[in-house]
């Protein structure tokens, strides 16, 4: 049994036909025909019942499939892994990042990056700052872009690095006819009767707002939330509320006004993570090496 067997049992499995399953193989039906009965005597068992000419894969077989898109999995993956460390300028990197840095950050970083590298391959993944921990933990990407929760603290994550990158000053971004517009900069309890358009309860930037307004002496009335920064831009000019936002590194959304708040630590830090323990293959290294280079953030910080 070799991972060509698999492979072609789980287009047999897809299909359900010999003729189709060659046809998108591209081998002869008879060596379709060959691969199964040699699955089928190594595993022990029919892995498809024959029903009227075609095949319908039964209970051993559903098993056996499972068994072999795992295999398969593991298999490219090994051979992913393997070329990253040959070919560090073409490797692989899989790097998780929270939702609020999608617009901006992100894009920013990976254009100044494929600068450097333009072969290099990207996977992203966008979730939460917990999430993140637990694909950090799991294996399931390399490294990740995140930020604290709280201005005082660093994110506790077990086996986890964390360092700081990039420093973003935070606004109250509101309607361009609000009545605080104008006014340059403000505190955030000017703010606290109003309601505010935040984010979902795990995301990191709605941490960071429900602290600054404790500290402020208010709970927020949240009256929308969302998962994207643009979104919470855009119903802020509809008059649907305020946010706190960072502040825009490039063009605002028509009307809107983003006023910088004077509040202590009305600031957000953006880092990088990556698993404590273990080796980082040559693409990963490099990039992180990149990542850590303080030309790159638009607002560099000094390392905890």
């Given at each position: 049994m070799?991972?060509?067997?698999?492979?072609?049992l789980t287009v047999l499995a897809e299909t359900e036909n010999v003729s189709l399953a060659a046809a998108q193989l591209r081998v002869p039906q008879p060596t379709v025909s060959r691969a199964l009965a040699r699955l089928e005597v190594d595993l022990g068992a029919p892995l498809f019942d024959r029903v009227g000419g075609r095949l319908r894969l039964n209970a051993s077989g559903r098993l056996a499939v499972g068994h072999a898109q795992r295999v398969v999995h593991e298999i490219d993956t090994a051979r992913e892994r393997i070329?990253?460390?040959n070919h560090p300028e073409r490797g692989l990197i899989r790097m998780g990042f929270v939702a609020s840095l999608g617009e901006s950050v992100v894009p920013l970083v990976l254009n100044r990056y494929r600068a450097q590298a333009p072969q290099v391959r990207?996977?992203?993944?966008?979730?939460?700052?917990?999430?993140i921990a637990e694909w950090l933990a799991e294996g399931r990407v390399d490294l990740a872009l995140t930020g604290r929760t709280r201005p005082d603290t660093v994110p506790d994550w077990k086996d986890v690095t964390w360092t700081p990158i990039e420093r973003q000053r935070l606004c109250l971004v509101v309607a361009d006819d609000h009545p605080l517009a104008g006014l340059g900069r403000v505190a955030l309890v000017q703010a606290a009767d109003e309601p505010f358009i935040t984010f979902w309860p795990r995301a990191e930037l709605r941490l960071l707002t429900e602290h600054l307004c404790r500290q402020a002496g208010?709970?927020?009335?949240?009256?929308?939330?969302?998962g994207e920064v643009a979104t919470a831009r855009a119903l802020v000019a509809a008059g649907l509320g305020v946010?706190?936002?960072?502040?825009p590194t490039t063009g605002t959304t028509p009307g809107t006004e983003h006023l910088p708040l004077t509040d202590p630590g009305a600031e957000r830090q953006i880092g990088i993570a990556w698993p404590s323990h273990g080796r980082h293959s040559p693409a990963v290294a490099r990039f992180l090496g990149f990542l850590r280079e303080p030309s790159q953030g638009q607002n560099p910080v000094e390392s905890d």
């Open positions: 070799d991972d060509r067997d698999l492979r072609w070329t990253e460390l990207f996977v992203l993944q966008e979730g939460h700052s917990n999430d208010f709970v927020p009335s949240v009256a929308l939330q969302t946010a706190v936002i960072p502040q």
